[in-house]
Every structure is written in structure tokens, then in C-alpha cells.
């Protein structure tokens, strides 16, 4: 306590609000020895370009033990590295590296499930009076030996698997060689907190807890309702509302006891995967028993692209968290559709404003700063075990997880072997090296947008004000006591221009080419442009 109190004293912001938050894929980052897939060492190779970027942190997908049926998200050991990715002296170069360069480390974890491979899974199916049995949640069957309820898992089928050995179901929220922890076993969440504790010792600042909704389920395996908007377009998995399985509410007390584990340790982060998008995201922060200090919000990948619907996104978002809580906004990750592919490259440039100027903490995914294009990867040739599993309504997971383009030679800088997955188009021009040469390029304007939020007050805590979108413009205003920014966004192909008050000057603008440029009553705007104007306001700005 006396500690926190002290370092904000000095610096009123926390590290983690203060910073841009980048995602790291690591199959998919920098492989070291030529398998094709990405590693620790590769990482390492690779620190000097995050600090270079200037990103405060680095949310790290896993990298623990596993089979890799999920990619790394089915854990077969929580305190040990996957020889794939490289040993645990390598882990702690890399956060040594980071540290030194002022970057912080934000581990990935998966507490609602292990791998069918983990020791624990491997005790608990052995038999019916093994102590932990009760660590997995098994069921008897039903009538006539089918599954113990309706519920489904998330990646296709019932969310049970019958064990022969033992005559019973083990429940799965995803992959069946994902078994669902039973939470509700104190015995489990000791051993969890265990795990936390290992990882906050060797330095880590945090973790981003993976499907943190679907922790608990209902003891009374109750039956899931019909989804009401289910038509045979949707995927079959959406055949049923979740109610029984997803935002529990002893999910949310588990969410505090790991988050009371974490706060014995100063200055760390908790942040939460929240499945629900934004009705239920104000609940993860807690109350007066905290929960996640960054419930991520994916709301600008899903929002319609025109100016009204992105400015009721955030105003819902905004309505939807609770009064003094910290707003944080993804613009991509490894689930999502690259938001380059979504909104167009002209667009991608709008987004990476929009991130960046909104109020709360930033993150994006690695690729997204050069422009990465989800790449084609056809239905055959899927790896990723959500659309083998659940093909044809366009699930696949691949498109986004594509290899980082480091330079322009054959396998782009990523690998010298056979990338895992195919690099994708255009690799010639949109690759790091490329964009680096370019002071124009989408990554310049990345660098400059996070240097620019980083020194600026209203950008980092000023307080949001949002003004009536004009057409294709969205607009709003960032302002601390003395200052005062205005942020309009040009959503369109078509060139627009926003009447103000009084003159300004453009602080940045999306093409990179009109910095310091004075602004009178008029600022114009070329298709698909965004500009941030110190000390502009709008007509009818109603204040
Ligand atoms: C989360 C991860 C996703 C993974 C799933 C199961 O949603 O982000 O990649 O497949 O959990 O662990
Ligand atoms: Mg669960």
C-alpha cells in the first residue's frame, strides 16, 4: 500500500494506463531456428524493435507446455516453457530485455482449462476415487447414456466427452483436449494461484486471463435455453443461449481471489478476455472487491465502419463501464479478422488514430502496425482446430495468426525454414524494413501516434468528450484544464470539412504531411483522413 501510494505520488498515472499495449503471437513473431514457427530467442532478436515503436508492454501469447492441439492455449504444464518456443533461461532473457528497456511483460494465462496431457488430467481420469478427480468437472450420463446435458462446447459438438475407463463425462468449454478445471474446487484455485505466484516472482507485470467468463458452471448442470436468433446460417454452436456456463456468479469471486493474488505483488496488471462484448464488460471490474484493472474491449473490431455507428460503439461502451473505470480498446489480436482486411488500408490508418486518441489504454496486435492483411487460407488447408472442427461459416483463425513481415526477402525475415503458415500477399511492400525506409508509412504513423499519446496530457488523461459526427466525420475532443485537442476522423472516400469556432493547428495528421499546418475557421479534410487540431473547436461544440 505505503508503496503505491509513494510511486503515484510521482507519477499519477499507473504504468499500464500510461502505456500502448502490444500483442505477441510468438509462432508467429520471430523464429530463431528455422522450424517455421516462432520462439523466445526469435523474440529476443526482436526487443529492440518494440522499444524503437515505443510500446510500454508486451502481451505475450503462451508459451508454456503444451501439445499445441489449441496452440499453446491447452496447457499441459504451467511453470515450464514448450522446448518449441525455448527454455525458461530463455523466458527470463527476454523479460531482462524487456526491462531494460523499459517495456513491461503481460503473460497470457489459461485458467479454465488444461490439456487432456496435463498431469492433473492425466491423475483425475485414472479413476473415480483418485484425489484429484474432483479437479475436472465430471458428470454421470443422462438417460440412455447420452451426454449429462445440452451444453455445447465452443469449439463444435457436445461440451462432454465420455471416458470409457471410468464411465463418466468430463465437460469442455472448447477442444476436448481441453478439459474444464472445476473451479469451484478450492484445491484447484490454490494450485492456480500457485502458477500466478511463479510467474509474478520471475519479474512478470501481469497477465491477460484467457476466457475468464466461462471459469465456473452451474453446479446443477442446468440445460442451456434455445438461442431465440439462431437460424441455420449461424454456426451450430450458437444453437443455445450459454446462461448456465458464461459469466457465473462465482466466476466473479474466483476473478477477485486472482486478482487478490495479484495485488500482494506491486504494480502489476490483471487484464480479462471477456467473451460477451459489452453488456456484461462493466461487471469485470468489480466493486470494492476489484476484478480485472483492463476488461478488453474488442468493440472497434466489431462496430460497423460509418461515423454514427462507431461513435454508439464507444458511447455504449463508455455507458457500459462503470464511473471512474479505466477504458481499454483492442484493434486486433490472434481470434480476430485483421482490422486492415476489415476497414481497407486507407481506413486502417483512421483506426490507428481512433485507437490511440479514445480515452483508456491502447492494444493492438503485431502486424497490425505495418498493415497486415488477413491472408487467404483456404477451409483445406485450415490449422487452426476452431474451423476443422466447425468449417464453412468462416471461423478460421489462421488469416490473422499469418508470420510477421520483417524485410522483403523470400520468407520475409520471419524464418529461414518453411513458415507454419503461408506469409500472405503484398509481402514486398508491407514489411517493417519497407514501411521503416518510409516516413509516410502506416508504421511511422503507429510510432508517431504512440509518441504523440505518450507526451500528450489530454491524450493520456483528459477527458473525453464526444461532439455530434457531421456525415462521414467522427469527432471528438480530448481536453485537460489547458488543453484542448480536437480529433476528426474522416470515414470516408469523399473529401469533408468541419466548420470551427476559432483556428487551431494540426498536431498530426493520418498522411503524415500537414504536422504544424495552421487551422482557421475551416479544417478540411481529404478522403480518408484523420487529423488531431490543438486547440480547435467546432461550431456548436455546446460548451
Ligand atoms: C481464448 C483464446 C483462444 C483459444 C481459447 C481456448 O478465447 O484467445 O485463442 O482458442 O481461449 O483456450
Ligand atoms: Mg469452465
Not at 90 to 97: G, I, K, L, S, T
Not at 429 to 445: I, K, P, T
Given at each position: 500500500?505505503?508503496?503505491?501510494?509513494?510511486?503515484?505520488?510521482?507519477?499519477?498515472?499507473?504504468?499500464?494506463?500510461?502505456?500502448?499495449?502490444?500483442?505477441?503471437?510468438p509462432?508467429?513473431?520471430?523464429?530463431?531456428?528455422?522450424?517455421?514457427?516462432?520462439?523466445?530467442?526469435?523474440?529476443?532478436?526482436?526487443?529492440?524493435?518494440?522499444?524503437?515503436?515505443?510500446?510500454?508492454?508486451?502481451w505475450l501469447s503462451p508459451v508454456y507446455r503444451s501439445p499445441m492441439v489449441d496452440f499453446g492455449y491447452d496447457i499441459s504444464d504451467y511453470t515450464d516453457?514448450d522446448?518449441?518456443?525455448?527454455?525458461?533461461?530463455?523466458?527470463?532473457?527476454?523479460?531482462?530485455?524487456?526491462?531494460?528497456?523499459?517495456?513491461?511483460?503481460i503473460l497470457d494465462v489459461v485458467p479454465n482449462h488444461t490439456s487432456d496431457q496435463h498431469?492433473w488430467f492425466?491423475?483425475?481420469?485414472?479413476?473415480?476415487?483418485?484425489?484429484?478427480?474432483?479437479?475436472?468437472?465430471?458428470?454421470?450420463?443422462?438417460?440412455?447414456?447420452?451426454?449429462?446435458?445440452?451444453?455445447?462446447?465452443r469449439f463444435?459438438?457436445?461440451?462432454?466427452?465420455?471416458?470409457?475407463?471410468?464411465?463418466?463425462?468430463?465437460?469442455h468449454a472448447f477442444l476436448?483436449e481441453q478439459p474444464d478445471l472445476?473451479w469451484?474446487?478450492?484445491?484447484v484455485?490454490?494450485a492456480f494461484?500457485?502458477v500466478l505466484?511463479?510467474w509474478?516472482?520471475?519479474?512478470?507485470?501481469?497477465f491477460r486471463v484467457d476466457a475468464s467468463a466461462v471459469l465456473?458452471?452451474?453446479?446443477?448442470?442446468?440445460?442451456?435455453?434455445?438461442?431465440?436468433?439462431?437460424?441455420?446460417?449461424?454456426?451450430?454452436?450458437?444453437?443455445?443461449?450459454?446462461?448456465?456456463?458464461?459469466?457465473?456468479?462465482?466466476?466473479?469471486?474466483y476473478i477477485?481471489?486472482m486478482?487478490?493474488?495479484?495485488?500482494?505483488?506491486?504494480?502489476?496488471?490483471l487484464l480479462g478476455e471477456?467473451q460477451?462484448?459489452?453488456?456484461?464488460?462493466?461487471?469485470?471490474?468489480?466493486?470494492?472487491?476489484?476484478?480485472?484493472?483492463?476488461?478488453?474491449?474488442?468493440?472497434?473490431?466489431?462496430?460497423?465502419?460509418?461515423?454514427?455507428?462507431?461513435?454508439?460503439?464507444?458511447?455504449?461502451?463508455?455507458?457500459?463501464?462503470?464511473?471512474?473505470?479505466?477504458?481499454?480498446?483492442?484493434?486486433?489480436?490472434h481470434d480476430?479478422?485483421?482490422?486492415?482486411?476489415?476497414?481497407?488500408?486507407?481506413?486502417?490508418?483512421?483506426?490507428?488514430?481512433?485507437?490511440?486518441?479514445?480515452?483508456?489504454?491502447?492494444?493492438?496486435?503485431?502486424?497490425?502496425?505495418?498493415?497486415?492483411?488477413?491472408?487467404?487460407?483456404?477451409?483445406?488447408?485450415?490449422?487452426?482446430?476452431?474451423?476443422?472442427?466447425?468449417?464453412?461459416?468462416?471461423?478460421?483463425?489462421?488469416?490473422?495468426?499469418?508470420?510477421?513481415?520483417?524485410?522483403?526477402?523470400?520468407?520475409?525475415?520471419?524464418?529461414?525454414?518453411?513458415?507454419?503458415?503461408?506469409?500472405?500477399?503484398?509481402?514486398?511492400?508491407?514489411?517493417?524494413?519497407?514501411?521503416?525506409?518510409?516516413?509516410?508509412?502506416?508504421?511511422?504513423?503507429?510510432?508517431?501516434?504512440?509518441?504523440?499519446?505518450?507526451?500528450?496530457?489530454?491524450?493520456?488523461?483528459?477527458?473525453?468528450?464526444?461532439?455530434?459526427?457531421?456525415?462521414?466525420?467522427?469527432?471528438?475532443?480530448?481536453?485537460?484544464?489547458?488543453?484542448?485537442?480536437?480529433?476528426?476522423?474522416?470515414?470516408?472516400?469523399?473529401?469533408?470539412?468541419?466548420?470551427?469556432?476559432?483556428?487551431?493547428?494540426?498536431?498530426?495528421?493520418?498522411?503524415?504531411?500537414?504536422?504544424?499546418?495552421?487551422?482557421?475557421?475551416?479544417?478540411?479534410?481529404?478522403?480518408?483522413?484523420?487529423?488531431?487540431?490543438?486547440?480547435?473547436?467546432?461550431?456548436?461544440?455546446?460548451?
Amino acid at each position: 500500500m505505503m508503496n503505491q501510494q509513494t510511486r503515484s505520488s510521482v507519477n499519477p498515472l499507473a504504468w499500464w494506463k500510461s502505456c500502448s499495449i502490444y500483442q505477441i503471437y510468438p509462432r508467429s513473431f520471430q523464429d530463431s531456428d528455422g522450424d517455421g514457427v516462432g520462439d523466445l530467442p526469435g523474440l529476443l532478436s526482436r526487443v529492440d524493435y518494440l522499444a524503437w515503436l515505443g510500446v510500454g508492454a508486451v502481451w505475450l501469447s503462451p508459451v508454456y507446455r503444451s501439445p499445441m492441439v489449441d496452440f499453446g492455449y491447452d496447457i499441459s504444464d504451467y511453470t515450464d516453457i514448450d522446448p518449441l518456443f525455448g527454455t525458461l533461461a530463455d523466458f527470463e532473457r527476454v523479460v531482462d530485455a524487456l526491462h531494460e528497456r523499459r517495456i513491461r511483460l503481460i503473460l497470457d494465462v489459461v485458467p479454465n482449462h488444461t490439456s487432456d496431457q496435463h498431469s492433473w488430467f492425466i491423475e483425475s481420469r485414472s479413476s473415480r476415487d483418485n484425489p484429484r478427480r474432483d479437479w475436472y468437472v465430471w458428470a454421470d450420463p443422462g438417460p440412455d447414456g447420452l451426454p449429462p446435458n445440452n451444453w455445447l462446447s465452443r469449439f463444435g459438438g457436445s461440451a462432454w466427452e465420455w471416458d470409457e475407463r471410468t464411465g463418466q463425462y468430463y465437460y469442455h468449454a472448447f477442444l476436448r483436449e481441453q478439459p474444464d478445471l472445476n473451479w469451484h474446487n478450492p484445491a484447484v484455485r490454490e494450485a492456480f494461484a500457485d502458477v500466478l505466484r511463479f510467474w509474478l516472482r520471475r519479474g512478470v507485470d501481469g497477465f491477460r486471463v484467457d476466457a475468464s467468463a466461462v471459469l465456473a458452471e452451474d453446479p446443477l448442470l442446468r440445460d442451456d435455453p434455445p438461442n431465440p436468433d439462431f437460424d441455420a446460417e449461424m454456426p451450430p454452436t450458437d444453437k443455445f443461449k450459454r446462461v448456465f456456463t458464461d459469466i457465473r456468479p462465482e466466476t466473479m469471486s474466483y476473478i477477485e481471489e486472482m486478482r487478490a493474488v495479484l495485488d500482494a505483488f506491486p504494480d502489476r496488471v490483471l487484464l480479462g478476455e471477456v467473451q460477451e462484448g459489452f453488456r456484461h464488460i462493466g461487471q469485470f471490474y468489480g466493486g470494492e472487491r476489484p476484478r480485472f484493472h483492463l476488461p478488453l474491449n474488442s468493440l472497434l473490431l466489431e462496430t460497423d465502419w460509418d461515423a454514427a455507428s462507431i461513435a454508439a460503439r464507444i458511447d455504449q461502451y463508455i455507458n457500459a463501464i462503470p464511473d471512474g473505470a479505466w477504458p481499454v480498446w483492442v484493434l486486433g489480436g490472434h481470434d480476430k479478422p485483421r482490422i486492415a482486411t476489415r476497414v481497407g488500408l486507407q481506413q486502417a490508418r483512421i483506426a490507428a488514430m481512433l485507437l490511440f486518441t479514445l480515452s483508456g489504454t491502447p492494444i493492438f496486435f503485431e502486424g497490425d502496425e505495418i498493415g497486415m492483411p488477413s491472408s487467404q487460407i483456404s477451409s483445406e488447408d485450415a490449422c487452426d482446430p476452431f474451423e476443422i472442427r466447425v468449417p464453412g461459416f468462416g471461423l478460421n483463425r489462421d488469416p490473422e495468426r499469418a508470420p510477421m513481415r520483417w524485410d522483403a526477402s523470400e520468407k520475409a525475415g520471419f524464418t529461414t525454414g518453411e513458415p507454419w503458415l503461408p506469409l500472405g500477399d503484398d509481402v514486398a511492400q508491407r514489411n517493417v524494413a519497407f514501411e521503416r525506409g518510409d516516413e509516410r508509412s502506416l508504421l511511422s504513423l503507429y510510432r508517431q501516434l504512440i509518441a504523440l499519446r505518450q507526451t500528450e496530457p489530454a491524450l493520456l488523461a483528459g477527458d473525453f468528450r464526444p461532439l455530434r459526427s457531421r456525415g462521414n466525420v467522427l469527432l471528438f475532443r480530448r481536453c485537460t484544464r489547458d488543453r484542448q485537442l480536437l480529433i476528426a476522423l474522416n470515414v470516408s472516400d469523399g473529401s469533408e470539412t468541419v466548420s470551427l469556432r476559432g483556428g487551431g493547428m494540426v498536431r498530426l495528421n493520418t498522411l503524415l504531411d500537414r504536422i504544424g499546418e495552421p487551422v482557421d475557421s475551416q479544417l478540411y479534410l481529404r478522403p480518408n483522413e484523420g487529423v488531431i487540431a490543438e486547440s480547435c473547436v467546432p461550431e456548436r461544440a455546446n460548451e
